[in-house]
């Protein structure tokens, strides 16, 4: 539980509610959610195809609103591990937008960055895309991905990605990255043919895990944090998911130490002793 900076007799208690599953066996993670004019929800996560596997593929779920809260139909699977390529072993930690982008004479309305990889280690992680020309797909993966790329097969490599729609040709990608801790860069991609990407930047004061949003005035930050965690494995996975805020007028690339706390999901509020993503 954290308070406001600017009230300390405030304090945030997140609700946590637990909205579907893939059943027994099964792990969801990584969603990617977007609500549209009906309220119908769209959540994009990483499941894995058979029980007790450990393969990620991308799935969707479709909450549709009642009065009694939201209905969750079963999860359809969306885009898998490809037979061959950078992406063959796992895909995972989906991202969509409503964007408009052309390739090879077609339109496509919607984009989702994924990270792909090659290796069972966890490493030589790269991001990719897929594009739909509906919400629920199907969404075909980008024949010259990966977008971002990682060349040295030692390190976690890039991925865990989230973009802002900036304009009609540009969205601004955020991604985990090995070689800089949380990081984001420009990329023109109204017209795949013609892919331009900006220069990589680092954010200051993050970790590298970590799911950016905007609303006109603030930039808020969930991030992954390990606070007095114990020693139990997994310890590569954090304890606490934690949410902070920074006015749009700073440089992100700077304010490292300016970002404020607005609350935190913790072992006590979730009933778990690992918290992240």
């Not at 599953?21 to 792990?27: N, R, T």
């Not at 090659?118 to 897929?130: E, M, R, S, V, Y």
């Not at 973009?163 to 420009?186: A, E, H, K, M, Q």
């Not at 930039?219 to 749009?248: F, H, K």
Request: hydrophobic share 30%; with cysteine.
């Amino acid at each position: 539980m954290y308070a406001f900076t600017d009230d300390e007799s405030r304090t945030i208690v997140p609700e946590v509610n637990y909205e579907f599953s893939g059943g027994a066996g099964h792990y969801n993670y990584a969603p990617s959610v977007i609500q549209d004019q009906y309220g119908i929800r769209y959540a994009f996560v990483c499941q894995n195809l058979e029980p007790f596997k450990i393969v990620d593929y991308i799935y969707l779920y479709k909450g549709i609103p009642t009065k009694d809260g939201y209905k969750w139909q079963p999860g359809t699977r969306l885009v898998e591990p490809s037979d061959i390529g950078w992406d063959i072993n796992h895909i995972c930690d989906p991202d969509v937008r409503a964007f408009k982008t052309t390739y090879q004479g077609e339109t496509y309305d919607y984009i989702m960055t994924y990270l792909g990889t090659d290796q069972w280690d966890n490493k030589h992680n790269q991001i990719g895309l897929a594009i739909s020309k509906n919400i629920e797909g199907p969404y075909i993966k980008f024949d010259k991905n990966p977008i971002v790329p990682s060349d040295d097969r030692t390190k976690w490599g890039v991925g865990q990605s989230t973009s802002i729609v900036l304009n009609d040709s540009t969205i601004r990608l955020f991604y985990s990255n090995s070689d800089g801790g949380f990081t984001y860069r420009d990329v023109i991609l109204n017209d795949l043919n013609h892919i331009r990407l900006g220069e990589e930047k680092r954010i200051a004061g993050m970790g590298s895990n970590n799911y950016p949003a905007f609303s006109e005035k603030n930039c808020y930050m969930v991030s992954e944090r390990r606070v007095n965690m114990d020693t139990q494995i997994p310890t590569w996975v954090g304890n606490v998911a934690e949410l902070t805020y920074i006015p749009l007028d700073q440089d992100l690339t700077k304010s490292g130490d300016k970002w404020i706390k607005i609350g935190a999901v913790t072992p006590n509020e979730s009933g778990f002793p690992r918290n992240h993503n």
